[in-house]
């Protein structure tokens, strides 16, 4: 490539940039409401299991079987294509949040059940021994631990399902991957396109990583007290 060629291709760089931005903002929503719903719902799927009552537990057994063993893109064409066929048409948006946050709960349950289950069962009969309910020694004993020890595993979920996020330009979400396939189909620069699309990935999931190293560190007494 000449000079001027060079030049003149860089030249365009701006606007696909500018692009490729829009599509990393949506992409960074769709990943934070995703994880938070897959988070809020993984909770309860996980408190659920280990419930004294049948029916709860039932339910969310056949919730994690249903949503963990099909793929995440076919829920997508379900909850996008699929009920629009019984009049029910969700905005692409809504319909990749719900779709991830379901997976994901599936996903999310199984880290918080462990997570719990990894908790000293001594400290559970202790607070039992001196009249603690169920419900405050969750919140005031079980919880704080069992988060700590879930970080590292849902950060690397939440990294995974930053990825994962494009998928959803098979739902016409207006994400990362689908805003570089555009500009691929109108300029045919697809190594240029696809170098910056790689490279914001990298920075964006780099930046998750180091987030959650900072809370898992917040979170260990022993790193602060170091």
């Known amino acids: 490539m000449t000079g001027a060629g060079m030049l003149s291709a860089l030249s365009d760089w701006p606007r696909f940039l500018a692009v490729l931005a829009e599509g990393a903002v949506t992409t960074v929503v769709l990943t934070l409401a995703s ?3 897959a988070f809020v719902l993984g909770a309860l799927i996980a408190l659920m299991r280990d419930a004294r009552f049948f029916a709860p ?3 969310a057994l056949a919730f994690l079987e249903v949503f963990r063993n099909v793929p995440v893109l076919t829920q ?9 066929r019984l009049g029910i048409q969700l905005p692409a948006t809504v319909a990749v949040i719900l779709g991830f946050g379901l997976n994901g709960a599936a996903v999310c ?8 289950a990894a908790v000293d069962r001594g400290q559970r ?3 039992q021994a001196i009249g603690m309910t169920d419900g405050r020694i ?9 988060i700590r020890i879930a970080l590292p595993a849902l950060g690397n979920f939440c990294i995974g399902l930053l990825k994962h996020t494009s998928l959803a ?5 207006p994400e990362l991957a689908y805003r570089a396939k555009l500009l691929v189909s109108e300029t045919f620069r697809s190594t240029e396109i696809y170098c910056l699309t790689a490279l914001i990935y990298f920075l964006l999931s780099l930046t998750l990583a180091r987030l959650f190293m900072r809370m898992e560190r917040r979170f260990d007494p022993l790193a602060r007290a170091a």
């Open 109 to 116: 349950s199984e880290i918080f059940r462990g997570s719990i």
């Open 76 to 84: 997508l064409f379900i909850l996008y294509f699929g009920l629009s």
């Open 57 to 59: 537990r039932w339910f």
């Open 169 to 173: 330009s098979a739902a016409a979400a």
């Open 35 to 37: 994880s938070l719903a």
């Open 138 to 146: 969750m919140l005031s004993i079980i919880a704080p631990q069992a």
């Open 125 to 127: 009969e202790a607070a």
